[in-house]
C-alpha cells in the first residue's frame, strides 16, 4: 500500500507540474461553489478545509470574501508548495495527506464547512 500510495503521489506531482490552466479539471472560477457559499451566507471566520485542493483558483475567491481560517489539503505536496508560492502572504494551513488513509487530517480539529472540488466542480 505504501507502494502505491508514492505512485499516487508522485503521479499527482507531476501533473501539477504542468501550467495550470492546460490541466484537464482547471477552473478559472469555481462558481458553483462561490454560489453555494454566498447562498449559505456563512461567517467568515469560520474553520473552512478544501480538500483535493490541487492549484485552485477558489482560494482566491475565498480571500476575497474574507474567509480567514482555510485549510487546504492535497495528496500532492508539490501542489500545496505551489498554492503556497501562489498566495504567500495569505495565511493557509496546507497539509499533505491521503483522502483514503489520512492521518495529518484526523489530527485536526473539526471544520465547519467542507469542500471536495471534485464533486463540485
Known sequence: VKSRNMNEQEHWNKAYRNDIEKLG????EASEILSLLDDLNLNSDIRLHITGAGRTTLVNSLI????????LSDISDEALALLKADHDKASL????DDLRKPKNLLK?????FWIDRAVLH
Not at 494551513?93 to 499533505?96: A, G, M, S, Y
Open 64 to 71: 476575497q470574501r474574507s474567509f480567514t481560517s482555510l485549510t
Open 108 to 112: 485536526e480539529e473539526p471544520f465547519d
Open 25 to 28: 479539471w482547471y477552473q478559472g
Open 93 to 96: 494551513k496546507l497539509i499533505q
